[in-house]
């Protein structure tokens, strides 16, 4: 119970430093979100690289690896650049819900690709979590917040593929900060020329925002990582929609945004299919 109370603390660590990852993401104001996920990757790139250094591990793949580790690369950036174009246009807990149905898409991959077995149950919460999601997105023309609600569900989507990969990787032997470093590595590259094409510059205050976003999305994969050492996902990984109430109270207390009924229903539904899932979960492992 110790080691899991310790995996709870770092886990609600990690959703506080993601929900500010987002708000300083806003606060960062009117630049391109491509130049944004430049800079937040940057940093995650120079601190994975660090990591390597001092575990004394060499940045390299093993082959049967690399088509996968792509796939990891390819799929974190186009979700990380769905959520941050969502980010600058919707409530941020909107943004962040929509983020956070990856876990059901992750759960739909690895059945297909990972040939995972998947439950009636699972397959039932998937369907509920998405109707939940329709509250959100509200998929009218009368709503003027469509596009991005539809990019920022891409992103869960993006996100949730990006997981897959991830565990897929993990069962095969790669370590965490060569995925880290890669998947950042590959999206500053990425991003480079069009930020080249399309560079905005910066005041001071964006600027020290996006070195803020960096570091708070470092933070929050540094307590994750530790999160999940204290203790098994399945036990925990429930408490990480703690971000949604942090990005709700931040989107207030910043913006002065207050998330309308049909959203505050999408999330009641969202997370009450995530803790149903955490419970499913839990007893099936002790079966």
Known sequence: MKEKNKAIFFILCSSFCFAMMNTFVRLAGDLPFVQKSFFRNFIAA??????LKKQGLKFTCKPENRLILFLRAFCGTAGL????????????????MLNKMSPFFAVIFSALFLKDKTSPFQIGAVIAAFAGS???????????????????????????AAYTCVSHLGR????????????????????????ILNFQPMTLFQTAMLLCTGSAAAGGQFAITAAYSHAPAKEVSVYDYSQVVFSALLG???????????????????ISVAIAMFVYNNRKASD
């Open 172 to 195: 095969r032997g790669e370590k965490g900060p060569v995925i880290v470093l890669a998947f950042s590595l590959f999206s500053c590259i990425v991003t480079l020329p069009m930020i």
């Open 81 to 96: 650049l769905c959520n941050f174009y969502a980010i600058d246009r919707l409530v941020l807990a909107d943004a962040t």
């Open 252 to 270: 207030f207390f910043f913006f002065s945004q207050i998330p309308d009924a049909l959203s505050i229903i999408g999330y009641v539904i969202i």
């Open 46 to 51: 120079v601190i994975a690289f660090a990591v």
């Open 134 to 160: 329709m509250f959100i997105v509200r998929p009218t023309f009368s709503n003027m917040d469509l596009i991005p609600s539809l990019i920022g569900f891409l992103g869960g989507i993006g996100a949730g």
